[in-house]
């Protein structure tokens, strides 16, 4: 069965102390990896996709790695307008639907 | 990008009533989907709807409870039927402008009591 844990479930951290937060998934083919933000009362905010091991991509003070059975999304130096959710999503090679399996997330919360 | 609107953003309803929740998109789209977001859980598909065809459901999902329509490309209702409380949930639409790549609505909080 297709399925993502993400981990940890909540994160604190001070304002400039960098961290991870890890997604590991087990798919039947991996079309794609997504990275999404979510703030309380919104929809999910779209960061990142990728593809293939050893693939990265960068945004800001994010960067999201991908390996065939997790990836990570580091967090340099965060502020506290980074608190959000993060959410974690993969898309099956055998998907005819479009279908998104999400993690559970991970919540962040930066102190200044 | 796509910019996504959804109407309404809450509601408050009674059991066995039904709600009909609307999307819109700024620009056309094939493809476009309806997730559910019961409190403290993730986003689970609840069905794909394509312009010109039936929707697609997921399993433990049924056209019956949540009848879907697609009248264009830039426009989609979901419907929650004879609700109870265990439908509160958060229902976003999401558009797949790109290959493979989802943009969410603002989402409609529901509350059955």
């Known amino acids: 069965e297709d399925q993502v844990t993400q981990s940890p479930e909540a994160l604190r951290l001070q304002e400039g102390e960098s961290s991870s937060l890890n997604c590991s998934y087990t798919v039947s083919g991996l079309r794609g990896l997504f990275w999404y933000r979510q703030d309380p009362g919104k929809g999910p905010e779209f960061l990142f996709t990728l593809y293939s091991a050893g693939e990265e991509k960068e945004k800001e003070r994010l960067k999201a790695t991908l390996t065939k059975k997790e990836s990570f999304l580091h967090i340099t130096a965060p502020k506290p307008e980074d608190s959000a959710t993060y959410l974690c999503?993969?898309?099956?090679?055998?998907?005819?639907?479009?279908?998104?399996?999400f993690g559970q997330g991970t919540t962040l919360q930066v102190k200044p | 990008s796509a910019v996504i609107s959804q109407k309404p953003s809450r509601d408050i309803c009674q059991r066995g009533t039904s709600l009909t929740i609307q999307c819109q998109v700024d620009?056309?789209?094939?493809?476009m989907f309806w997730y559910r977001q019961q409190p403290g859980q993730s986003l689970t598909l609840i069905a794909t709807a394509n312009q010109g065809s039936e929707a697609t459901y997921e399993s433990g999902f049924v056209i019956d409870k949540f009848p879907i329509s697609r009248p264009n490309l830039t426009f989609s209702t979901l419907t929650v039927s004879n609700m109870s409380p265990e439908d509160s949930s958060i229902y976003l639409c999401?558009?797949?402008?790109?290959?493979?790549?989802?943009?969410f609505g603002p989402g409609t909080r529901l509350t059955v009591l």
């Open positions: 999503a993969v898309q099956a090679e055998t998907s005819n639907t479009g279908k998104l399996i």
């Open positions: 999401s558009v797949e402008p790109l290959s493979d790549t989802q943009y």
């Open positions: 620009s056309q789209v094939t493809m």
